[in-house]
């Protein structure tokens, strides 16, 4: 529960090797995938950094026997719409105050943000990038993920292409 009441889904994931927390970035979203349940409730706002970052924290909090070593910006809403809230947040959880989590264990999910995946590539970072094509043709795309029109398959791709030569990963 957020100070102004509503309500964001953070997830624990653990596992032998890690432990991961899966993070929301909005309260709700504006993408309205058709598939999505988060999508289809529609948007109400963006989370501040401190709002993403706390529920890391919160989830450490209530597991104090296991030290998280993962974040995935997977919850609700669009990593890359609420971009420097975002990257914000994975400056703080990087620092050596804040958990000092190793930057290749955040990975960033994408629903196909051309501009921002561009723009995550000239960060200078080595996050992780996942990006939902939930279909394999432009034409399949567009009729699940409806910002598939604005950014086909092919500029998807070139994107993809651009982060993976800026960062190696």
Do not use: W
């Not at 401190?50 to 609700?76: C, K």
């Not at 994107?159 to 960062?167: D, E, G």
């Amino acid at each position: 529960r957020l100070p102004d009441g509503l309500t964001v889904e953070t997830v624990y994931l653990p596992e032998a090797a890690r432990a991961t927390v899966c993070v929301s970035t909005m309260v709700g979203c504006p993408f309205g995938c058709i598939f999505c349940a988060t999508g289809q409730g529609g948007f109400t706002r963006n989370l501040s950094a401190a709002e993403i970052v706390e529920q890391v924290y919160r989830v450490q909090a209530a597991h104090p026997d296991r030290r998280v070593t993962n974040v995935v910006y997977m919850g609700m809403g669009e990593p890359l719409a609420n971009y420097e809230a975002v990257l914000r947040s994975v400056r703080l959880l990087i620092h050596p105050l804040g958990l000092n989590l190793a930057q290749r264990h955040l990975t960033i999910s994408t629903v196909g943000l051309v501009p921002g995946i561009e723009r995550l590539a000239e960060e200078g970072l080595q996050v992780n990038l996942a990006i939902s094509l939930h279909a394999a043709t432009q034409r399949e795309r567009a009729q699940l993920v409806p910002i598939a029109k604005k950014y086909d398959l092919d500029s998807l791709l070139a994107a993809a292409r651009t982060f993976v030569r800026r960062t190696g990963r």
